[in-house]
C-alpha cells in the first residue's frame, strides 16, 4: 500500500498573506510610490489621477487616494523624527515659508492663509529636508522649529525669523538675493533707456560679490580656501559697499524703489555679511527657495489642501520626497522599496536604514531591475 495512513501524509501549510501597508485596501507599495510621486512630485492632482484610472476601467476615487496618503504619512511618522534629529545634528541650514489654503480648519475660515515652512541643511553632503505645515506665519512657529537647533540659520529678511534668536548659539544669515532683487526691480521700473544710476552701481557690486561665489565653485574650493578668497576679495568689496550704501541713502527719496532697496540691504546688513566668515555658509538663500519650489508648483495645480490632516500629510510626503531627491535617489523606486519595507518597521529605530541618506541603493536597484526585466 503506498497510500500511508492518514497520520503519514504530508500536512498542507499555507503561507500567511504579506503585511498590507492599508489594512483591507488593494493599496500596493507600487501603488501606493505611483499615486505620491505622481501628485508629490509630478504634480498630478488626486482628482486628474482618478479620471486617468477610470479610463482604464479602474474606479479609485480621490476621497480614497487622499485616505491613503493620510494613513500612510501617519505611519511614516517616525521618519519624520528622525528627520529632525538630522537638522538639529547639522549646524546650518536654510529656512523658507510660503502660503498653502486648507478649507477645513476648525476656527478658520476656508480663505485664509495657512503656511508650509521648509529647513534644508546647508552643508551636509548627504542633506535633509523638512517640511512644516502651521496655519501661523508668525515668529512662534520658527521659534519652535529650531527650539533645539545650535548653528547658523540662513533666512530671508521676513521679520517673523527674528524670533529664533533665542540664545546665543544660534546666528541668523540673510540673503543677498533678496537684496539684489530689489536693486534690479528698481532698474526694471526705471526702464531701458533711463542713464546707469544708483541701482545699477549697487546692482554691479552684487554681481561682483557673485562673481567671486562662482571663482570658489569652478575652482572647486575647500571651505578653507573659500574662506580666504572672501576674505582677500568679497571682504574690501563688502565693506566699499556698505560705505557706498550709507552716503546713496541721502541722495535718493526713501519712498523710492531703489530707497527702499538701500534701507532693506542696510537693515540686513550684518546678517548678509555673517557669510564671509565661515567658508560653508552660502550668500544667499537660495538653497531654501530652490526646495520649496517643487511645492509652490504642485499648488498651482492642485490649489489647496482640504483638511489639516492632509496639509500635514503633504508636509510629511515632501520632506521624503524631496530628501530622497537631494540625495540623488529616483523618487518612485525609493518610494517604492520604503513602502514594501514599511509594514515591518514598527519603531524609530527601525526606520533608521531606510532613510533617503542612509539606504543601501542596491535594495532600489534590485527592486527595479526585478520589475523592469
Not at 337 to 356: G, H, N, Q, T, V
Amino acid at each position: 500500500n503506498c497510500e500511508g495512513s492518514e497520520s503519514e501524509k504530508p500536512a498542507v501549510m499555507i503561507a500567511p498573506p504579506p503585511a498590507q501597508i492599508i489594512p483591507k485596501s488593494f493599496a500596493t507599495a507600487s501603488l501606493l510610490a505611483y499615486l505620491i510621486t505622481s501628485k508629490y512630485v509630478d504634480s498630478l492632482p488626486f482628482y486628474r489621477l482618478s479620471n486617468m484610472f477610470s479610463r482604464h476601467g479602474v474606479q479609485l476615487s480621490r476621497a480614497t487616494m487622499c485616505n491613503w496618503v493620510i494613513k500612510v504619512a501617519a505611519l511614516l511618522k517616525p521618519m519624520i523624527e528622525l528627520f529632525i534629529d538630522e537638522l538639529n545634528r547639522s549646524s546650518y541650514v536654510h529656512a523658507d515659508e510660503t502660503p498653502f489654503q486648507v478649507l477645513k480648519e476648525v476656527g478658520r475660515k476656508a480663505a485664509q492663509k495657512s503656511y508650509m515652512w521648509v529647513i534644508k541643511t546647508g552643508a551636509e553632503p548627504q542633506p535633509t529636508i523638512l517640511f512644516n505645515y502651521s496655519t501661523s506665519r508668525s515668529g512662534k512657529v520658527a521659534q519652535q522649529l529650531f527650539e533645539n537647533f545650535t548653528g547658523y540659520i540662513q533666512t530671508d529678511g521676513y521679520g517673523g525669523y527674528n524670533g529664533i534668536k533665542m540664545n546665543e548659539n544660534q546666528t541668523q544669515l540673510g540673503c543677498m538675493a533678496h537684496v539684489r532683487r530689489k536693486f534690479h526691480a528698481s532698474i526694471k521700473v526705471a526702464g531701458k533707456n533711463a542713464k546707469p544710476g544708483i541701482a545699477h552701481k549697487a546692482f554691479d557690486i552684487i554681481t561682483n560679490l557673485y562673481r567671486i561665489e562662482a571663482e570658489a565653485s569652478d575652482k572647486e574650493l575647500s571651505y578653507d580656501e573659500i574662506k580666504e578668497l572672501r576674505k582677500a576679495k568679497a571682504q574690501p568689496l563688502s565693506l566699499e559697499f556698505k560705505k557706498k550704501l550709507l552716503r546713496w541713502k541721502s541722495a535718493v527719496v526713501p519712498g523710492s524703489n531703489t530707497g527702499k532697496a538701500i534701507k532693506y540691504a542696510l537693515s540686513e546688513w550684518d546678517k548678509l555679511t555673517i557669510y564671509l566668515e565661515d567658508g560653508r555658509l552660502k550668500i544667499d538663500n537660495n538653497s531654501a527657495e530652490n526646495t520649496i519650489r517643487p511645492f509652490a508648483l504642485g499648488r498651482k495645480n492642485w490649489m489647496f489642501a482640504d483638511t489639516a490632516e492632509g496639509a500635514a500629510a503633504t508636509a510629511t510626503i515632501f520632506s521624503i520626497v524631496e530628501t530622497a531627491k537631494a540625495n540623488d535617489l529616483e523618487p518612485f523606486w525609493y518610494m517604492y522599496a520604503l513602502l514594501e519595507k514599511l509594514p515591518e518597521l514598527k519603531s524609530k529605530e527601525d526606520f533608521i536604514p531606510y532613510l533617503p541618506q542612509k539606504i543601501d541603493r542596491e535594495t532600489i536597484e534590485t527592486l527595479r531591475n526585478k520589475h523592469q526585466s
